[in-house]
């Protein structure tokens, strides 16, 4: 009888959902089975369509809190998300709830989870009783010996009260990193390299004069188009959500803004001259592996994004700056040399071996 397993998967944004598509190709090779794959969203934004295209009606979408945004689509409210959060409580309970006892129904031999905070509140009221395995980057925020930003302090503690609480009733926490880092077996912590989808690895990398740049929120857009308003002999290739305008949106010459898609951005990036893009823990590691300098600009308020740039630039993966000038950043990037370029390489490289080692070893007993 083949390991089956269950994934449960933050849904905002591309880290989490590219994270589980690398982790079921993964489970491919181990013979492991899929058989759910549960997704918590606010309803902002569709799921994307690489992702529904890989897990087809395994998915099963549920509410789960999110962070709510500016007026200007540019930032994160993070009192007044806090706030709606606990509005909410007793109705994100009665879900986290409603969730294990499907999971615990299905009887998976494990759950991965991808940061989603319900799957752990589940564990204060329906204990699965089963190896439940936590993957994001965001562990490190509960690993001694990492820095974290000592401000701004109450988003800080905001952070890391949101980890702890993916993590109850969880059997080891895998903390993706950039480079290698000690282990805390105390707190079962392990650092690992980031998942990476075969699309990324089967890539062959070329050096074009192009920028890429993704953006997580379409308030970002303005900025891209008043400096491009004056850079016009600059070819630029942003990708986007906004899935209500052409496939292709091309509102001046040399500037182009795509439907998010997992294979075309993918061929952008390792063509790309540099990536500019919001500090989002993915895109950062595929940059690495495919050696593209970074530009990374956290999201306003987003402190989870903060603590990716300043530990990307401990990878030498790149630049970063507070606001999104696309001025600063290029010439940022171009006063940029790598600096440790083959530790974050080598180290993403392996990611596979140690992925296949440790579930193996969990679930093949």
Same mark, same amino acid.
């Given at each position: 009888?083949?390991?089956?397993?269950?994934?449960?998967?933050?849904?905002?944004?591309r880290g989490h959902l590219s994270q589980a598509?690398?982790?079921?190709?993964?489970?491919?090779?181990l013979n492991f089975v899929i058989d759910k794959v549960y997704v918590g969203r606010s309803g902002e934004r569709s799921l994307p369509d690489y992702f529904t295209r890989r897990f087809g009606e395994a998915i099963v979408e549920f509410k789960s809190p999110n962070f709510a945004h500016d007026s200007n689509n540019k930032g994160i409210r993070v009192g007044w998300s806090l706030f709606m959060?606990?509005?909410?409580?007793?109705?994100?309970? $009665?879900?986290? @709830?409603?969730?294990?006892?499907? @999971?615990?129904?299905?009887?998976?031999?494990?759950? @991965?989870?991808?940061?989603? /905070?319900? &799957?752990?509140?589940s564990q204060l009221f329906v204990r699965l009783r089963l190896p439940i395995v936590c993957v994001a980057h965001q562990y490190f925020a509960l690993h001694p010996k990492f820095k974290l930003p000592a401000k701004p302090?109450?988003?800080?503690?905001?952070?890391?009260?949101?980890?702890?609480?993916?993590?109850?009733?969880?059997?080891?926490?895998?903390?993706?990193?950039?480079? /290698?880092?000690?282990?805390?077996?105390?707190?079962?912590?392990? $650092?690992?390299p980031p998942l990476l989808r075969n699309k990324v690895y089967a890539l062959q990398t070329s050096q074009q004069s192009f920028?890429? @740049?993704? &953006?997580?929120?379409?308030?970002?857009?303005?900025?891209?188009?008043?400096?491009?308003?004056?850079?016009?002999?600059?070819e630029v290739h942003c990708f986007w959500d906004r899935f209500d305008l052409p496939e292709v949106y091309n509102p001046q010459p040399n500037l182009y803004f795509h439907h998010l898609s997992e294979e075309? *951005?993918?061929?952008?990036?390792?063509?790309?001259? $540099?990536?500019?893009?919001?500090?989002g823990f993915e895109s950062v590691s595929e940059a690495i592996y495919l050696q593209k300098p970074v530009a990374m600009v956290p999201v306003k308020g987003h402190y989870e994004q903060k603590v990716n740039s300043f530990d990307a630039l401990e990878a030498g993966a790149g630049?970063?700056?507070?606001? *999104?000038?696309? $001025?600063?950043?290029?010439?940022?990037?171009?006063? *940029?040399?790598?600096?440790?370029p083959n530790r974050s390489h080598d180290w993403v490289k392996l990611s596979r071996n140690h992925w296949e080692t440790y579930l193996g070893g969990l679930f093949n007993k």
């Open positions: 009888m083949p390991v089956t397993l269950t994934f449960v998967v933050q849904g905002e944004g598509i690398a982790m079921a190709e993964i489970c491919e090779q959060g606990a509005v909410l409580l007793p109705k994100y309970i $009665a879900i986290s @709830i409603k969730l294990a006892r499907r @999971i615990k129904k299905q009887k998976p031999h494990g759950v @991965i989870n991808f940061y989603e /905070p319900l &799957i752990g509140l302090l109450f988003d800080k503690i905001g952070l890391i009260t949101l980890t702890y609480i993916t993590q109850i009733g969880s059997h080891s926490k895998m903390a993706l990193s950039f480079y /290698p880092f000690e282990n805390d077996q105390k707190r079962h912590i392990i $650092a690992m920028y890429l @740049i993704y &953006i997580l929120n379409s308030g970002y857009a303005e900025n891209v188009l008043s400096w491009h308003a004056e850079n016009a002999e600059v075309h *951005f993918l061929q952008r990036m390792s063509a790309c001259k $540099a990536l500019l893009t919001t500090a630049v970063r700056n507070d606001d *999104f000038d696309v $001025a600063t950043l290029i010439e940022k990037l171009n006063s *940029f040399s790598h600096k440790k």
